[in-house]
């Protein structure tokens, strides 16, 4: 058994051979995006560049980030997607965020809709198709709003589809705006998540107002009911005393967002994809944020205090502290088989901007050792913490997205004055409108990879040999065929919710599940085959 | 008929460069990089891994805004720079995407300048093509990369007895059947492209970057020396026709099938295959051709009259509509997203032979093929799991086939062709139907 010494020198040198099995410049630009906790104290990383070209990545493109993240979980809401058929075709159900129609309300996720582009639409324009197209989609569908998403061609051919959807609003007297989320733009789906937040805070936020406030009024950002994550949490929420605004975008009513503005709180779950949003509720509602994290026991109740302390109302602390013992102690029981089968099993977390955060405590709590973990599309905060956010050099992004500022809106009564803020924030120890990113809770003797590829894959796979790896359909298969676990952590596999107390349990399950299946184990016939012709 | 909405509500078709991944897959040794903005990769490397559950490497040239504005070259010559490094394949198949047929990037050329900078990259065979996809769909893709393939790879030299056979996109289940008939044929076959292997694969402690499998380069070059071609291809103009190609290239006379799917077109294959090979039809097949006229006339309560709705790719729709006839199924509504007028003829003329005029349906959506559903009256579906909310809708069964079935495993493994391919869909049918039926008498009889 190597000592802790030798096995974190074994780390440092696995980046070392991770950076010299490249080319000398694609190796020293794969450095940067690589470190290992312990190595250096507090590492530093690069993160949201170019991505590199024939570089097996998997990353897609600004268009899933506008559509498919942030603007597609709006259920009452059509997305007209304007453009060839692939991009509305490929985003067509294909994230599971889930959504129920409310009483009497409308729900149309299970539609693809597009203007499927056609050679004269690209030669010639395709404004007046995209206006019919939108009318029939009001004619036939009739939701609550249209919005109309760009793809690639249309920024290169000149179509406004911004002036399209006013007109199509004045004419139609429904919600249509658009977003100008073109694939090419930007090195990720990151920049597509600004377009999106800037596009509701324009045409929604603040449309519509909160007819009934309550002292507990929050919104829920960065929770796309990935599998049922919001349906998970919402009567634990709701049973503290809390009354949920909206969701950002989770099982979200158009309506709902527009009035957000009157909460008295934001909570936040997906940093990444949707800061920007609740950046600019703080500059123009004064309505402040707070980084929670529902995955795992001992977060969810870390949140659930931090909530309750914000507030300061003593039957909200006592409900929480109420709700936190009676599901610790339902749980932890069951929780517990799981531990001891899972004990000292190592797993590897990468997925998009968020989550490989969120599940590190949780597999902690189960046991398990995080050895490395890394996100596709995050920035530098995610992984170190907003703090840098200072320093950090503008990249180009400015040319494809508006970092808009908003001033307070005038006439508009923030919940809290600025001092009431501020002492708030005291309390709680500066966590409000603040988030300290992955790295710091990450334990030494642990890799951290941004924008993994599919070679660093395979060579992390090989010299760390974990017992199971958490990412997406595309690594999954390789990662079979390699004879190691693989469960998806964007789509939950399909199962899921994995938040609150009994998303933990059901994490624990599928976790154990794929690596106790005794399949695996079937991999050699009792005829060895001696010639094992693999590259790995 | 086309629809009369100028929007398209749940598209019945995939985009062009889509096709072409698939095509590529099938050739031995290949990689496929996108030219264009890295989503397209990303979005159909996941709807290719969705349905077949196996890996599947698409590269791209990860074009962003400066690119899209100057052109797209420096990109693609790295990406391609990239790809060799890492995966060394043997054929490199570059296809486009809208934004580089947008901006009027000419990859030909940005890649003959590449081989110039680095005549190394000339050991590996760069195949392009183009597929925007503002048009057509992702089967235009597929033969369009077929026939890059053969433009490139087929070469001239003496006869061989071989037969080619282009069966088109069925699945690897389908290719390996393919396969076997050709072996009991006592006649080498040439088969691309093969996803028999590449995109069906293994498990067996090795992992492979890119999958052992696929036609290989010499089998693509011997094409042009082979006795005739057999394509499962009737509906696709000449220029989209690898039998075709070959035939006014290099003297091969070539017949263009439907896919052998129901007794009418399989004995059509197998007689075609016999009049080429100059064998006999085997035993084994005759049998299964006996069985399975034995199946369909076990079958034949239980299906005669149902109104069946049936949709996917034109040749597909085109021979299933064919099977639905065979065994008195009537269709009353056959679909395809793309498809042309002699999609139409072909399916008037198939369904002719019970006196029956389904209701057709070109460069359609779901959206419509839904309304027209419910209007006829339909008991039941065929083709691809994207049928599932309409099945819900209207409260019938679904027969998955086709691609993509992406709620269910084994859609890569499903037997469609030769007769024991439609006894399996017979089956599958007919028991689909008596199951419902059963669930719906309520008092749990078990005799059906």
């Known amino acids: 058994m190597a000592e802790p010494g030798k096995q974190l020198q074994k780390l440092c040198d696995l980046k070392d051979k991770i950076v010299e099995s490249y080319p000398a410049k694609v190796g020293k630009n794969r450095a940067k995006h690589i470190q290992v906790k312990g190595c250096v104290e507090t590492p530093v990383i690069d993160a949201n560049a170019k991505t590199l070209p024939g570089i097996i990545t998997t990353r897609g493109c600004a268009f899933a980030g506008a559509k498919g ?3 597609g979980p709006i259920k009452d809401a059509v997305n007209l997607v304007h453009g060839p058929v692939g991009c509305s075709y490929y985003s067509w159900l294909t994230r599971r965020n889930l959504a129920r129609p409310a009483e009497g ?92 937040c800037n596009a509701l805070m324009e045409h929604v936020v603040g449309t519509e107002e909160l007819e009934d406030p309550t002292p507990f009024d929050i919104n829920i950002f960065g929770e796309y009911n990935i599998g049922g994550d919001l349906w998970s949490i919402v009567p634990m929420l709701e049973q503290i005393g809390y009354r949920i605004v909206s969701t950002y975008t989770g099982d979200a009513s158009v309506h709902d967002l527009a009035r957000a503005p009157q909460a008295k709180l934001n909570i936040l779950m997906c940093h990444r994809s949707i800061n920007y949003a609740t950046r600019m509720f703080n500059d123009r509602y004064g309505l402040p944020w707070l980084k929670v994290n529902y995955v795992g026991l001992e977060e969810t109740a870390r949140s659930l205090r931090e909530m309750a302390r914000f507030f300061g109302d003593e039957e909200l602390m006592e409900k929480t502290e109420a709700v936190i013992a009676e599901e610790m102690e339902r749980i932890t029981p069951e929780i517990e088989s799981y531990r001891q089968r899972l004990e000292g099993k190592k797993i590897m977390l990468f997925v998009g901007g968020s989550r490989a955060h969120h599940f590190q405590l949780l597999s902690e709590e189960l046991g398990m050792t995080v050895v490395m973990a890394g996100y596709e599309f995050a920035h530098r905060d995610d992984y170190e913490g907003r703090q840098v956010l200072a320093g950090m050099k503008k990249s180009g992004i400015s040319k494809v997205v508006q970092d808009i500022h908003y001033e307070l809106q005038p ?77 998806q952590l964007h789509s939950y596999d399909y199962s899921g919710p994995y938040t609150g107390f009994d998303g933990a349990l059901t994490f624990a399950r599928d976790i154990d599940m794929a690596v106790s299946t005794p399949t695996i184990k079937f991999i050699t016939p009792p005829w060895k085959n001696t010639e094992a012709d693999c590259d790995a | 008929m086309a629809k009369s909405s ?51 490497d698409i590269a791209s040239s990860a074009l962003s805004e400066t690119q899209a504005v100057y052109g797209g070259a420096a990109n693609l010559k790295q990406g391609i720079r990239n790809v060799v490094a890492k995966y060394a394949p043997a054929v490199l198949g570059v296809a486009t995407t809208c934004l580089t047929e947008t901006i009027g990037d000419n990859i030909g050329m940005i890649i003959a300048e590449l081989l110039e900078e680095e005549p190394e990259l000339r050991e590996i065979e760069i195949i392009p093509v183009s597929t925007p996809s503002y048009s057509g769909s992702h089967m235009d893709g597929f033969r369009d990369s077929c026939i890059a393939i053969l433009e490139r790879l087929a070469v001239p030299r003496e006869k061989t007895g071989a037969i080619n056979l282009f069966p088109g996109f069925i699945s690897a289940a389908d290719i390996r059947h393919l396969k076997e008939i050709m072996e009991d044929f006592k006649t080498p076959g040439i088969i691309l492209p093969d996803i028999s292997q590449t995109l069906d694969g293994v498990i067996d402690g090795g992992y492979r970057r890119i999958p052992p499998g696929g036609t290989s380069m010499p089998a693509i070059a011997r094409t042009a020396r082979s006795a ?74 239980y299906l005669f009259g149902k109104k069946a709705v049936v949709y996917g790719d034109a040749d597909f729709v085109l021979a299933l509509t064919s099977f639905l006839i065979d065994v008195g199924v009537s ?118």
């Open chain 1, 411 to 487: 006439g508009f009564k923030p919940p809290l004055s600025e001092t009431e803020l501020e002492e708030k924030n005291r309390d709680l120890g500066g966590h409000l409108l603040d988030y300290e990113g992955m790295i710091p809770q990450m334990k030494s003797g642990a890799m951290i990879v941004d924008d993994l590829n599919h070679h660093e894959t395979e060579i992390v796979i090989r010299e760390l040999e974990p017992d199971v790896f958490c990412s997406g359909i595309k690594d999954k298969y390789v990662v079979e065929k390699m004879g190691v676990p693989s469960r």
């Open chain 2, 6 to 56: 100028v929007s398209t509500t749940n598209a019945c078709k995939l985009c062009r460069p889509l096709g072409a991944c698939l095509a590529f897959r099938g050739i031995e040794g290949s990689m496929v990089l996108l030219h264009g903005s890295q989503g397209c990769s990303t979005y159909m490397r996941r709807y290719i891994s969705g349905h077949f559950r196996e890996p599947v």
């Open chain 2, 228 to 301: 005739c071609s057999i394509e499962f291809n009737v509906v696709s103009p000449a220029s989209q026709s690898a039998a075709a190609l070959l035939e006014s290239r290099h003297d091969i006379p070539g017949e263009r099938l439907p896919i052998p799917i129901g007794i009418r077109n399989c004995d059509l294959f197998f007689q075609t295959l016999a009049k080429v090979t100059l064998q006999p039809v085997p035993a084994r097949y005759k049998e299964e051709r006996g069985r399975l006229l034995d199946a369909m006339v076990d079958a034949h309560k």
């Open chain 2, 331 to 448: 269709p009353v509504v056959c679909a395809t997203g793309d498809g042309n007028r002699e999609f139409i003829s072909r399916i008037s003329q198939t369904a002719a032979v019970a006196g029956i005029q389904p209701l057709i349906l070109k460069d359609t959506d779901f959206d419509e093929i839904s309304e027209r559903a419910r209007e006829t009256g339909s008991e039941l579906l065929i083709g691809s799991s994207k049928g599932n909310h309409i099945a819900r809708r209207l409260g019938i069964p679904l027969l998955r086939v086709g691609y993509p079935i992406h709620d269910r495993i084994g859609g890569q493994r499903l037997l469609h062709i030769g007769y024991r391919g439609t006894m399996n869909l017979l089956d599958q049918l007919t028991n689909m139907l008596i199951a419902r039926e059963q669930d719906e008498l309520g008092y749990g009889y078990s005799y059906m």
């Open chain 1, 69 to 71: 993240v942030v603007l």
């Open chain 1, 105 to 196: 309300g409308k729900s149309f996720l299970q539609y693809c809709c597009t203007t499927d582009m056609q050679e004269g639409d690209i030669v010639f324009g395709g404004e007046k198709k995209l206006m019919q197209a939108i009318r029939e989609v009001h004619d036939i569908l009739a939701p609550e709003a249209i919005i109309v998403s760009a793809t690639c061609p249309v920024g290169l051919i000149g179509d406004d589809i911004a002036s399209v959807s006013r007109q199509a609003e004045e004419e139609l007297g429904v919600k249509v705006f658009s977003a100008n989320c073109e694939g090419y733009k930007g090195v990720s789906q990151s920049v597509g998540h600004h377009i999106a």
